[in-house]
């Protein structure tokens, strides 16, 4: 049997699928079985910052699993390793965020933030907002305001509140003082790449603060320069309560953190938390090796420029194809390209592919570029001229469908 048959049929089928097996990758191409290659604009959903299987991370990999792998952050002895990424995370995160506990997974890190907001402040509820993802754990997806994902597991955890995303006046409406935290994305990736008003980050620390209630910020998607700063709160000089992280920390190890404040962090206890392979040698080699990486080659800054470059470009292409276009925005290399409706992202997605471009969609009807952070201006400008040919057919498919329909 196939890759393909064999994962259809003993895999538990949870996501829709293009035909196509991936065998292996470099830089910020892809290659499938048959050894076709494809420009990914899809990092993994937003993982392999550094690219496919760059040498710093292989590296990483094999001198630490030939040392030692496991010895988690929960564990009974220290870890030289551990401590070095202590030390370089210091350099990198938001000033005053003091205190780090290493995760598995971004929703795992989240769900810790949230449990440890209550306990600390000794308060019952969480806001969120709307459109918002955390993850796929009971509780994180009872925090997300998406109801397609949440409503199909009911009841929820109960006491969260959702406000709109961007809306500081509803955040203030909502907030009592029995309220523990709110959490938000700086940046709403998987809700469609959705930027809020400039100032209103500052704006909910404030409120927060007048409240005494905690901000978490959620980097899972957005941290690791994805967004041209190396924490998307850097944005507007802001420093949260706790900061989650996931995805860019280790580059495609699977590896998540959540960051505290000491005044946080002096609310938790020995035995709040835990986990088996929390803070594993392993995935704090990799890490180091990541955030080493993207300080000294100033990847920031480099994201920053591109984005720039690539919003500026799809914009244009926006109003050459308005009707299947309406709008382009984002941050950094997390850009989402509004269609007109969904039926037009499916199609255009397998389009690309089909022309060896991988652009997948998110929700609302976008589709999210999200490649890996140190794609070339050449290969950005390949894919989007594969965009813009992908673009071109489905718009001649349109016209021939309306001549038939007259
Ligand atoms: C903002 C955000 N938070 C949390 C998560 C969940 O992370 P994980 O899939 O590693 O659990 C994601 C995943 O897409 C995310 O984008």
Redesign the pocket.
Known sequence: MSTIAIEDHHGLSVCQKQPVAIERGLGSYVWDEQGRRYLDFTAG??VTCLGHSHPVIVSAISEQAGRIMQNPNSGFTYSPVRARLLTLLQQVLPPGLARVFFAN??????DAAVKLARKVTGRPQVIAVQG??????LG?LSLSGSSANAEKFLPRVPGNIFVPFGDIESLALAMTEQVAAVIL?PV???GGVRVPPAGYLRAVVELCQANGTLFIA?????GFCRTGHFFAVDAEGVTPDIL?M??GIAGGY?F?ALALTESVANGVNKGDHGGTYCGNPLGCAVSIAVVNFLVQHDIADRVATMGHHALQVLKTLALEFPLQIAEVRGQGLLIGIQMQDDQLVAQLTEICLHKGLMITPTRGAVLRIIPGLLLSMTELEEGISILASALREQQRGMVAETKLCV
């Open positions: 959903w937003g997974s971004g929703a795992e890190a989240n918002s993802f955390h993850g796929r754990t994180t994305e709403q990736g998987e959620d980097e899972v998607q957005t989650t996931g995805k699977p998540a």
